[in-house]
C-alpha cells in the first residue's frame, strides 16, 4: 500500500495514484477512529441486558462474514457473559478455521492476529469431535459492570473444521 508521503516522495506523474494513496489512508483513518469510538462505547455498559444488546447488534455482519467464508454461524448461548457462537462449514469447500478466526476477529476489532496465533490458541483447547475453540477479546467493560467476574467483552467461538472425505 501507497501512503501520502511515498506518493510524494516518488514524484509520480499522474495524480490517480496520489489520491488512491489518500483515500487508503484516510479509510484506515476512519476504522482506527470507529474502533476507537466502538472501544469507549463498550466502557460504557453496565449491566448484563446492554451487553446481550450489543453482542445481538454485530450477529448480521458477524454471519455475513461468516457466510463468505462458507461457514453458518449460530448463536448458543444467552449473550449474558459472552458472545457464544458456533461455526459449521456450509459448502463444499470452506475457508480453514483460523482464517474465519481472522476475518471474525477484524470485522470486531479491526485487528488481525496471525494464523500461527489461532492455530497455537486452538491447539491449546481440544474439544470433542474435532471442534476447535477460540476466544476473540472485543473490549473492556466499565469498572462498576452489574457482575464483577466479567470485565471484558469477548466471543467464545467454536468451529467444525471441515472434513476431507464425503458422507455416502
Known amino acids: 500500500m501507497l501512503t501520502r508521503g511515498v506518493a510524494q516522495r516518488t514524484r509520480c506523474a499522474t495524480n ?12 484506515r483513518r476512519r476504522r482506527t477512529v470507529a474502533m476507537i469510538n466502538n ?5 460504557d455498559i453496565k449491566i448484563k441486558e446492554q451487553l446481550r444488546k ?15 467464508c462458507g461457514y453458518a454461524l449460530a448463536v448458543h ?10 461455526a459449521v462449514p456450509w459448502v463444499k469447500r470452506p475457508m480453514q478455521p ?4 481472522i476475518m471474525l476477529e477484524e470485522a470486531m476489532t479491526g485487528y488481525r492476529h496471525s494464523r500461527e496465533y489461532w492455530k497455537k490458541d486452538a491447539i491449546k ?7 476447535k475453540a477460540y476466544i476473540i477479546f472485543i473490549a ?7 457482575t464483577p467476574t466479567i470485565r471484558h467483552a469477548h466471543i467464545d467461538l467454536s468451529v467444525i473444521p471441515p ?3 464425503t458422507v455416502k
Open 163 to 165: 472434513t476431507t472425505h
Open 98 to 101: 483460523e482464517s474465519l478466526v
Open 39 to 43: 472501544m469507549k462505547d463498550w466502557r
Open 125 to 131: 483447547d481440544k474439544k470433542p469431535h474435532g471442534r
Open 54 to 68: 450489543r453482542y445481538a447488534s454485530y450477529l448480521p455482519a458477524l454471519m455475513k462474514v461468516a457466510q463468505k
Open 77 to 86: 448461548g444467552s449473550m449474558t457473559r459472552d458472545l457464544d457462537l458456533i
Open 140 to 146: 473492556q467493560l466499565a469498572n462498576d459492570f452489574e
Open 16 to 27: 490517480t495514484i496520489l489520491v488512491a494513496s489518500q483515500s487508503v489512508v484516510s479509510a
